[in-house]
């Protein structure tokens, strides 16, 4: 170890290879603190050149590496394990945001980029760099590559692999792959880079990313919708799809006991729907042409809603603040959830046709199973990706609570998502939270495959090993 | 060989294996009938147990398979070799729409469904099917998918990658992996899919595909736009993007040169647009509101255009007619060209940044070095992608003049390609025709990469060897 660490400061800076315990530590748990490991030192380098060398001594020492960005995922993925014998790369200071090429709409950033700044660069040109998420203030962009990021704007823009267009990649034998490229059409060969990104750091490191920009619409309008069952909020959806088509950038739902949390933690964050109603549905369209345009499609197509009795109640956000606080209302409830002590979470995905029977036979069976838990159901409906969170009975201990059921709570969700053909992880990756899921999850043959490919790309292990897949 | 031939036939019902010349013929040779090969079975399975079934033989005799579907591609990716040794797989019995899930707006396809019965299949049910190309009326989703095709809505829609969700595929062991799922976020694990698609057949065989749908527009408008200069066209896309965003479903340039070839075979495919100026752009607007909402945004953008100087003409199709006689004086460019004799053909991309640039250099380059060459340049500008292709001077013989300049002009071009960063292969894939090529194209980095990928998922070299990347 001695050896690796005299060749390593020949290639970073002390200050930027830590060792002791004081300073390794804020690197060795995740923002969730649901996950805590232990590294035998957090490396900061700044350049491509640097990551390339240092994968090179780790490859040379058979020395396991954890990538790590904001450390904002919820699964692990980030987190090293308890040997000791990780190190930790940390690419905060590999933050430049190299090139915006404005006649071509792309954004060249490094992996380091606090995904917030990519967003103000963007707008500072009159772009949009679509990606949203909640952690957006310490996320960084090689992180939301690593684990193909989803977030408020798939339903218009995509997943963060949607909006890539070109990686540059360290891999395992410390060569650097320069696929730095802004094209939006590209058949030579595989798709390298749809390979990368969502593999979690264990094919190879992303260390900057060519993503695309599009131009900022003129005019956006939120409004919060009052459903009365979850096949209206579907009609509902369908039917802002068929009128606004593109312009719609945002369906999130909430239901009644999501927000009744909500409110409970944060008073103020109150539902303006009268009542609470099941589900609260909040939507926002986005145009290019002009304020007067799009709310006279938003008031057309609610009118709509009205006849049809696919809505019982809207409001329609006044301002930017009230928009703001439709927006808060919703990222709150994460929030509320963590108040409220342990929870269950599921990210989850269900196609949109067996959503109506997905949440009405889970939530018979959860309530059958479990009496009194509260189910804090809701998400970006729009891509059918439910946070179908299960929070204990109140009057129990959570800790106690969770223990006992967290197994049987998760087979109970997981069995009715596979019974939908949905996904066990919408947004949010694997890392070592759902590894033992996956392989049951995905089928035997997919399941080798992917071994398949970790062993081609990183024969040795190093790369965040015992993530995603284990070899 | 006898008996692979003999295992087969309880695969497979007799009819369905080609041995004969006579039955074999009309799968040698592609379309363009630029490649043809040898092979000593023709096989024609019709579920992907029997392709897994067949691929399980070839594994247990090493016999290389060539999976081909309209057998439309334009690189010879589906054209076998010349050993005789080889069988082609044809996909084209496996044809059955599977679902139409109008809820989850997805349609699951066998890989030996035309694209334009898909097309028609989701247009009766009220939406859109995106993907649309020149060879629609006998290319096979397969094959779009294998190439991952391009076409006309890729600068709304995307490439077909864009637009499937799910996968089925035989592995070369003779698995099937099922990954056919409708889900918009799935990040459980490695994308196998996009490794997949793309890939040409070298790493799998796809069997069917879940595809996106989107609801139909209610209204298209389609125009012809005169700009005197490239930089004009890139100004007059920047503007429609910013103005009419998504409702802009097509923007293809056509230069002078390209429409006189027109002119000369199919003069009733003459420019409308006076005195055919040196760059004609047909703009496509899609709308979800009204016929008078997008009419009325297509003109103001117009005006601006007329007003800032982008533009120096413009002609808006007065009816259906009209639209599709827009489209069909591009679509018989590529015609002309077959009609006029052979040519050279580049199909490349440039970021928007630099193809002013790169179209004024490669010009002056080809006209100083090939004096008397026509440069057929027209392509999907919105999306960077040139059809940049070169017909012999007036007067000359095609085939002669080809052969003596036919590596350099690719030379001069590709050189060009390399400088602006662009790609060598924009839609067409890689296939026999770029194969040697494409390692100096991509790095030896990538190279190796695609190379550790093929070992690992093919490691007899069984599936489609020689095409795109030859281990």
Redesign the interface.
């Known amino acids: 170890m001695q050896n690796f660490i005299n060749q390593l400061s020949q290639v970073l800076e002390k200050k930027y290879i830590l060792t002791q315990d004081e300073d390794k530590a804020p690197y060795l748990t995740d923002w969730r603190k649901r996950f805590t490991g232990k590294a035998f030192a957090v490396l900061l380098p700044s350049t491509s050149n640097e990551v390339a060398a240092i994968v090179k001594l780790c490859a040379q020492y058979q020395i396991a590496l954890v990538p790590q960005g904001g450390h904002t995922g919820f699964c692990g993925g980030a987190t090293p394990d308890n040997s000791g014998k990780q190190v930790i790369l940390n690419l905060k200071r590999m933050n430049q945001i190299r090139e915006i ?6 954004i060249t950033l490094e992996a380091g980029c606090i995904l917030q700044s990519a967003q103000e660069k963007a707008a500072e040109n009159g772009y949009l760099f679509p990606l949203s998420l909640g952690a957006e203030g310490s996320c960084m962009i090689g992180g939301n590559l690593a ?2 990021a ?1 977030g408020t704007n ?2 218009r823009y ?2 963060t ?2 909006l890539c267009l070109g990686l540059e990649v360290v ?1 395992a034998k410390g ?18 880079r ?2 990368f ?3 979690e750091g264990t ?1 190879g490191i992303i260390t900057a990313a060519v993503m695309k920009l ?2 900022l ?1 003129v005019s956006q309008w939120t409004t919060l919708v009052a459903c009365e069952n979850i096949a209206s909020t ?1 009609a509902l959806l ?1 039917l802002f ?6 312009l719609l950038t945002g369906f999130e739902m909430m239901t009644r006991e999501s927000l009744n949390l909500n409110e409970k933690h944060f008073p103020q964050m109150a539902n303006p729907l009268q009542g609470n109603p099941p589900y609260t549905v909040l939507i926002e369209l986005s145009d ?2 002009s304020e007067e345009h799009v709310r006279q ?1 938003l008031e057309t197509i609610l009118e709509d809603a009205f006849e049809k009795s696919i809505i019982s109640d809207a409001v329609i956000a006044s301002n930017l603040t009230q928009a703001n606080s439709f927006w808060h209302m919703r990222e709150h409830i994460t929030l509320a959830q963590a108040e409220e002590g342990a929870n269950l979470k599921h990210d989850i ?1 269900i ?4 959503l109506d029977s997905f949440i009405r036979e889970t939530d018979e069976l959860m309530r059958e199973k479990f009496p009194g838990v509260r189910i804090i159901n809701f998400g ?1 409906l729009g ?3 439910l946070h179908y969170n299960i929070a204990p009975p109140l009057g129990t201990d959570p800790k106690t609570f969770n223990e006992t059921n967290e197994k049987l709570i998760h087979e109970l969700v997981y069995g009715q998502v596979e019974r939908c ?10 890392g070592q939270l ?1 590894l033992d899921d ?1 392989r049951g ?3 035997e ?2 399941h ?3 071994k ?6 990183d024969p040795q292990n190093i790369l965040n090993p015992h993530k ?2 284990s070899i």
């Open positions: 090429d404005i006649a071509n709409q792309t684990t193909n989803g798939v339903l995509g997943n692999r949607d891999t060569e650097i792959w320069n696929g730095i490229k802004g094209l939006r059409k590209d058949n030579t060969g595989y798709d390298l749809d390979l990104i969502g593999s094919l599009y131009p619409p579907i369908t799809q068929k009128r606004a088509n593109s290019h042409e499609l995905t196609p949109l046709s067996s970006h891509d059918g990706n053909k949905g996904s066990i992880s919408a947004e949010h990756g694997v759902k996956l999850h995905k089928g043959v997919a080798d495959l992917m398949m490919l970790k062993t081609a790309l995603v897949v």
